[in-house]
């Protein structure tokens, strides 16, 4: 899939669009999602151009993956989730659920947080 950048994570990169930041570094942009799924629920992006984690894990330098790791990191520690648990979860394709064509990894934390994937 070819990257489309007017996505809108890729306008709240260039600042086009307001996001709540959390944190930022030369890796990553986090941010609030619009519309939470849980009492903490974070949004994080890589700066550059990746349609998922596929298209991520197989382009990225070391240096760029590593960064974004670690800016995963970060903003767990800024909201104290190791303490009491969290989950990272990322959405890719039509089966995944992607919405936003630009990488991103969801930081949900705050409360317990149920089954891992919702049963039919
Ligand atoms: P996906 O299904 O692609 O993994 O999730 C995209 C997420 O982006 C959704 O949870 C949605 O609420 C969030 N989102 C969509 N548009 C915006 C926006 O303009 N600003 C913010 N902060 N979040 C957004």
Request: aromatic letters at 8%; a positive charge; hydrophobic letters at 25%.
């Given at each position: 899939m070819k990257y489309d950048k007017n996505n809108i994570f890729a306008r709240i990169l260039r600042k086009e669009v307001p996001a709540k930041v959390v944190y930022e570094d030369n890796y990553a942009l986090a941010f609030h999602d619009i519309?939470?799924?849980?009492p903490i629920h974070i949004l994080i992006i890589p700066k550059?151009?990746?349609?998922s984690f596929y298209d991520f894990s197989e382009k990225a330098s070391p240096e760029l993956m590593v960064g974004f790791t670690k800016a995963i990191h970060a903003v767990i520690k800024s909201f104290d989730l190791q303490k009491s648990g969290f989950r990272i979860l990322s959405n890719e394709g039509s089966n995944g659920g992607q919405e936003v064509p630009h990488y991103h990894m969801h930081i949900f934390g705050g409360?317990?947080?149920?089954?891992m994937i919702p049963q039919e």
């Open positions: 519309n939470p799924k849980a550059g151009e990746y349609v409360r317990p947080l149920g089954r």
